[in-house]
Structures are given as structure tokens and as C-alpha cells.
């Protein structure tokens, strides 16, 4: 490597100053690049903002999907009487509403799964040529934002959700903000297309 001091390189690839002329510096950028990592770029840290925003949107809807396992949970306490020899299975009506609720948690779940598994762009020089990745990253952070947005809205409905409603099979005010979590989710996947 070169004559110069290794702590003041490392700082210089971490600031946003000039970098010294020095070989090792090249040779570590080289280095940093081929695996993916470029310290200074801007596109690099929207790359890191999209995995965390979905990261944490996923987060929301599996609290969401573990509030509705605890209202299944309290529905059937509440509303499921033991078997008896006269009645040995559940009424047919609460078992509806009980499966209807059990498929609504499935359906958050899996979109909290869709949200996590979503692909960001790699950091390709060539791919970024092509494709203008700076404003794809944008985009992409915009798209974030209307996920997280739903999913917010997934997560105060699901805490607003009462027994009543479940036992009525009032599922809509969760179901509609859902299905725009999904369309966002396709509407994400687009872009990349």
C-alpha cells in the first residue's frame, strides 16, 4: 500500500472531502464498490432507507396479524362454548365469523411477508447506467411512503376492531386499507419490472 497514513484514508473515504491521490485509497474503493458499498453515495443510503421503511412498515402488519391471533383468541374465549353431548360442535354462524377473522390475520401476515420480500435494486454500476437508478431510488422511497401510510392505517383498525364486529363478520375497515397496502405492494413491484 502506499506511504500514507491508513486512519487519515479511512476518514477521507468516510467524509465527504477530496480524496488524497493515493493508491490505496483507489484499490479500497475498487474493493467497497465490487461488494457493494459506497460510503458516499446518495443512492447507497436510498437503498438502505428503502429496506428499512419496508423493514418496519412489515414490522407494523405483523403487529397487526398478532392482534388479530389475540382478538381470535379472546372471540373464541367469549363466544365458543364448551362441547356438550346436546351440542358438540360451535355454532355455524360463529364458526364464519371466527374463520373469517382467521383468514383476514392470515392476509396481513402475508402481506407483512410480501412487504419484506420485495426486491431493491443492486448496486450494479452498468445497471445504473441503464436504468437511471437515482430516480428509481426515488420513486421507490416515494412508494415506501404509501406503504408505510397503509399499513398505519391496517394497524389502527385493527385495534379499533371489536368483538361485535368480528361476531357480525364487519371486517371492511380493516379489508379496505389491506387491499391498499396490496396495491401498493403491485404498484412497488412495477417499477422494478
Known sequence: MGEGDPARMARALLSEAELPNEPAIGVVQRLLRAIGYDFRGA?????????????????????????????????REEFIPPATREQPFPPAEIM?????????????????SAMLTQQTPGSDSVWARLRSERALLERLLTADIELVSAA????????????????????????????????????RGVLLD
Open 96 to 112: 364464519k365469523a371466527l374463520q373469517g377473522l382467521d383468514a383476514l390475520r392470515r392476509r396481513v401476515g402475508e402481506a407483512s
Open 43 to 75: 443512492a447507497n443510503s436510498l437503498r438502505a432507507n428503502d429496506s428499512l421503511i419496508r423493514a418496519r412498515s412489515a414490522g407494523m402488519l405483523a403487529d397487526a396479524a398478532r392482534g388479530l391471533a389475540a382478538l381470535s383468541a379472546k372471540f
Open 152 to 187: 398505519h392505517v391496517v394497524c389502527g383498525a385493527v385495534e379499533r376492531l371489536s368483538l361485535a364486529e368480528v361476531r357480525q363478520r364487519h371486517l371492511a375497515a380493516v379489508e379496505a386499507p389491506l387491499a391498499a397496502v396490496d396495491a401498493a405492494l403491485k404498484s
